[in-house]
């Protein structure tokens, strides 16, 4: 069995209006070589769900996005990201903003098939009054708590970048933090994985707790040696810095004709 | 002889003081970083303090150095877990903060279109929610200083913050033990006048009737500075 395909197959089977989620964090494992295939594709519309990072900014530059869902969207040792700035104050993205954690009870909930958590992040905050929509829920216990209900983040396709994988699609990381990316493969219909290197047998890469997700979650491999750049992907490499500035000051239509 | 940025240091690192075996969590920059590491080698030995990654050091590192000693693992999801748990005391920073102490790291002017997208909300709403916070802002000026901020991002006392410590500013320490939480007048820090407090305040402030001067650091505290940061980067983060 073999799930191996290109970034460009990858992008192919992005249809415009869907929800596109983006594993990483930041500046931080982003699988950019599929976001560069869907760059090149013909989609629109789409809605990104992302703790944010140059996925985001990219997207956004080309006019492939209509909403983000996000925490933040930052280059980390770029405070803020350029193009998602220019796109929010153009007004050409609509823009849901959820606090760090309310996000990841988002993806913990979509993960587990529920319709919301609920969680005390958020709360008293102006997250409740830019999204109308969110309703909270009062604890049916004795404590009789109201907290937010957090909808769950459930989306079309999820594209992660990780260090190794085998062909089968069990994704493995070797850096020091996961981020949520499996919790983004469970909460999507389709997860496609891109990888540093496609391997016969995982467990001679790293440890068992390094496999991340099961093939179970994952419809398609694509073997994208540096596919995180410019963004790191520790061990195998860490953030291209000198890239990444250049990115940040280089207008979008000079930078997309590189 | 101590800097401003020595004196701002302490201030912070006081702010963790009887915080005892929680996660001490400086973001970004020298100062708040400096502040917790300061702390735990000194009079607040339990904490715990991270290497500004995932890594929960088992010994205090100098800026920018591996720790030799690693006692524990806190990628991203665990730190989110942990904001919940409340065993943890954040200083963040703030883009404007009004005298409740609600705080904006989101955006300057209408959300809905704003002037200036910033960085988002990121964990504020949760942190202030959750656990104890304190601010370290660099620039104390009327622009951040506002009567109102465009975007609650962080909890004022009058929102719901589950414990504002203090706010430690480039001029003065503040805090909200007022009857209504609203801001109040600490310390001056040493060279600084109250009037200079005020005039960078865009509100009005409760000031005591004789405002203390915040504490210079001790032999001992400029020392383990010195050995945490031989480069002065604390210096840099901190107007003079």
Redesign the interface.
């Known amino acids: 069995m073999t799930k191996l395909m290109t970034a460009e197959e990858v992008a192919a089977s992005v249809e415009s209006g869907m929800t596109v989620g983006i594993g990483g964090w930041g500046s931080r494992r982003k699988p950019m070589t599929l976001v560069h295939a869907i760059l090149r594709s013909p989609v629109r519309d789409l809605t990104l769900v992302s703790y944010g990072g140059p996925d985001v900014g990219m997207l956004c530059a080309a006019g492939k996005v209509r909403r983000v869902v996000a925490p933040f969207v930052t280059l980390d040792s770029i405070p803020l990201e350029p193009h998602f700035r220019r796109a929010r104050q153009a007004g050409t993205i609509v823009f849901t903003e959820y606090d760090e954690g309310m996000f990841m009870f988002g993806l913990l909930a979509a993960a587990h098939r529920l319709p919301f958590l609920p969680t005390r992040a958020g709360l008293g905050s102006d997250v409740m009054r830019v999204n109308p929509e969110l309703r909270t829920v009062r604890s049916p216990y004795a404590d009789g708590e109201e907290l937010v209900a957090v909808p769950a983040l459930t989306m079309d396709v999820a594209l992660v970048h990780v260090n190794r994988a085998d062909a089968r699609g069990d994704a493995q990381y070797l850096g020091p933090d996961p981020y949520l990316d499996d919790l983004y493969a469970k909460a999507a219909a389709r997860c496609y994985v891109s990888c540093e290197r496609v391997v016969e047998n995982l467990l001679k890469e790293g440890p068992l707790q390094s496999l991340l997700i099961s093939r179970s979650m994952v419809t398609g491999v694509v073997e994208a040696p540096g596919g995180a750049g410019f963004t790191s992907c520790e061990p195998d490499y860490g953030r291209d810095e000198a890239l990444q500035r250049r990115y940040a000051e280089t207008p979008w239509e000079d930078w997309d004709e590189q | 002889m101590s800097s401003r940025a020595d004196v701002c240091v302490v201030a912070c690192a006081e702010a963790f003081r009887g915080d005892g075996e929680i996660l001490a969590a400086g973001i970004g920059g020298a100062v708040t970083v400096l502040a917790a590491r300061l702390a735990r080698l000194t009079f607040e030995p339990e904490l715990l303090t991270h290497d500004g ?3 929960l050091t088992g010994d205090v590192p100098a800026l920018g150095e591996a720790p030799e000693l690693v006692e524990g ?1 806190l ?3 665990d730190h ?1 877990w942990l ?2 748990n409340g065993r943890r005391h954040v200083m963040l920073g703030a883009s404007q903060i009004d005298r409740y102490g609600n705080s904006n790291i ?2 300057i002017g209408d ?16 942190n ?3 656990d104890p916070t304190s601010y370290w802002i660099p620039r104390h000026s009327p622009r951040v200083f506002v009567p109102e901020v465009d ?5 004022g006392t009058d ?3 589950y414990e504002l410590r203090r706010v430690v500013t480039n001029l003065a320490v503040l805090d909200f033990r007022t009857p209504d939480g609203s801001m109040r007048l600490v310390s001056v820090h040493p060279g600084v006048r109250v009037d200079e407090v005020v005039a960078a305040t865009g509100f009005d402030l409760t000031i005591p009737g004789d405002v203390p001067r915040t504490r210079e650091p001790s032999e001992e505290e400029l020392l383990v500075l010195d050995r945490l940061d031989p480069w002065r980067s604390r210096d840099r983060e901190v107007p003079a």
């Open positions: 990654t995932c890594l693992w990628p991203f999801r989110l904001v919940l989101s955006c959300w809905a279109r704003p002037k200036a997208q910033l960085l988002g909300v990121r964990g504020a709403p949760g202030t929610r959750c975007m609650v991002s962080g909890l929102r719901g913050a």
